[in-house]
């Protein structure tokens, strides 16, 4: 699919999927780093882990940050200088019981009679890049999409799960696809009902240069200087080193 067409998908239906970003080689070296993780901070482990800020814990995190297909698309809809405010590993467990619908983050709400219009978009100020790293089927626990509910304009009420006629859609896929979504559509994570499967997932989450950077410890972050040693130049801006602003 051209940028154009991506692009497109993203301001009409809130994401797309792009195939094939990573190959089998990477998929495994991923799920291998995300077995010797531990948890820091707000991270967590049990029938779901999840750690942040994956990218300063070695280096071999940082090629992620810049896969070519997603990176094209974050910077065309982000902006050239935009930048990574996070990248997360995610592994669910047979019996993690999912999460309900909701939104990351909501710019702006509209008001009721703007949103029911549902031909206004506000431009995109972050996006999530979902990598999965295992085969994404019913039992496994897919990612549920609402088409367009970026254009409601406000988070989901509680069991609400259609925006204007249009149902949460499954996204069944392959490891090594990517799902690349804005951070104001509706969305969850499904229940893994799968016998023995764990369901394992890289986020990276890019974010326009005014969206702040979400380094938690916040006061107590440093970055690791072998990270920032191995970093490309395009690494570190994602990083956070830019070009110097009006408030900087
Ligand atoms: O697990 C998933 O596919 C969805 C994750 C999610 O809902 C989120 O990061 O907000």
Request: hydrophobic share 40%; proline share 8%.
């Amino acid at each position: 699919m051209s940028l154009d067409l991506q692009l497109q998908s993203l301001d009409e239906q809130g994401y797309v999927l792009l195939p094939a970003v990573l190959e089998p080689l990477r998929i495994a070296l991923l799920r291998c780093a995300i077995d010797d993780l531990q948890p820091i901070h707000w991270d967590y482990q049990g029938l779901l882990e999840h750690y942040k800020c994956v990218f300063n814990r070695d280096p071999l995190w940082l090629p992620f940050l810049d896969l070519p297909a997603p990176i094209a698309l974050a910077e065309a809809a982000l902006g050239a200088d935009c930048h990574v405010i996070g990248q997360t590993a995610w592994r669910s467990h047979p019996g993690y019981p999912g999460m309900a619908l909701h939104l990351d983050h909501l710019p702006m709400q509209l008001p009721d009679w703007l949103s029911e219009r549902g031909d206004f978009v506000q431009p995109a100020q972050i996006l999530t890049a979902q990598l999965y790293l295992s085969d994404i089927d019913q039992d496994i626990g897919p990612t549920w999409i609402v088409p367009g509910s970026h254009r409601a304009g406000r988070p989901p009420l509680p069991g609400e799960d259609q925006w204007q006629g249009r149902q949460a859609l499954p996204v069944l896929c392959q490891a090594g696809d990517a799902l690349v979504f804005r951070s104001d559509v509706w969305h969850s994570g499904g229940a893994n009902n799968s016998q023995a499967r764990v369901r394992d997932m890289l986020q990276v989450h890019y974010g326009r240069r005014m969206v702040a950077q979400k380094f938690s410890p916040y006061l107590n972050w440093r970055f690791n200087p072998q990270v920032l040693e191995a970093a490309t130049p395009r690494q570190r801006r994602l990083l956070g080193e830019h070009a110097e602003t009006e408030y900087d």
